[in-house]
Structure formats: structure tokens, C-alpha cells
């Protein structure tokens, strides 16, 4: 299991965000702050995109390492999604997904977890992804 990283003052500013979305009324639960499964959904998301790209193909969800709610998310605030490929396997990939709410001037980080995704052929089949690039992505 990955530790989460260390608190810092604000979203990494490094990089840009794989996904920024508006958290809306639709998403909340009965007392206003937004389900912990859409914040989830939009983590996969962010998560499957980048591994996609380092796969350069399609690829599953296949785990989630421990999640932990930091703070809560309300309707109207802005929500960015950072990712980090942290490895690659033979089929899997390990992505650190980060994601930081936005209220007005204030950041705070609400979320963090490491998913694992594997990489599947056209019949759905785990394949191979390329070893040739050894960079770390973000």
C-alpha cells in the first residue's frame, strides 16, 4: 500500500490537471456535500485516461488502493483531477490519482489514491504494454 503524499499548500503546480469538472446539485447526497462515488467515478476517469495514453489503447480498471475522504466537496466548487504514472508492469499500470477542490481563492486537497489499470487487446484480453519508455508521466 502507498502512504499518501505529504500535504502541500495547493494542487501541483508542476502540471495540469487531467480532468477539472463543476461539482453539481445531481451529485450531491441529502445533506448537500457531494457522494464519495462520483468524486470516485471522476478519479477513474482521470486514472483511465492517463493510463490509456501510456498504454496507447484501451484499458480497465482493475483496483483501488485505500481511499481516504480529506474534506468534503460542495455543489459549486471546482474539482481538478492530477495523475502520476508511478509504474508499469507487464499489462498494468499504477497511476496516483490527486484530487483538489477549489472554493472561491482556497485549495484544498479532498482525496487521494493509487489505481490500477491493465491494458486489454480488442477481445478484451490483457496484452502487453510497451516497455520502451521509462519516463515518469504525469
Known amino acids: 500500500m502507498t502512504a499518501p503524499a505529504p500535504p502541500r499548500d495547493g494542487p501541483p503546480a508542476d502540471r495540469q490537471p487531467m480532468i477539472r469538472v463543476i461539482a453539481m446539485p445531481a451529485d450531491t447526497n441529502p445533506s448537500g456535500d457531494i457522494f464519495g462515488g462520483w468524486l470516485m467515478a471522476q478519479m477513474d476517469l482521470a486514472g483511465g485516461s492517463a493510463a490509456q495514453r501510456r498504454a496507447r489503447g484501451r484499458v ?5 488502493e485505500a481511499m481516504s475522504f ?31 477542490r ?28 510497451d516497455q520502451a519508455e521509462h519516463r515518469t508521466e504525469r
Request: no cysteine; proline share 5%; net charge neutral.
Open 60 to 64: 480497465a480498471t482493475v483496483g483501488v
Open 70 to 100: 480529506l474534506a468534503p466537496v460542495r455543489v459549486g466548487d471546482e474539482v481538478s483531477i492530477y495523475t502520476e504514472v508511478l509504474g508499469v508492469g507487464r499489462s498494468s499500470l499504477r497511476i496516483r490519482v490527486e484530487a483538489w
Open 102 to 129: 477549489r472554493h472561491l481563492d482556497e485549495n484544498r486537497r479532498v482525496t487521494e489514491a493509487v489505481f490500477t489499470f491493465v491494458a486489454l487487446d480488442a477481445e478484451g484480453r490483457p496484452r502487453p504494454v
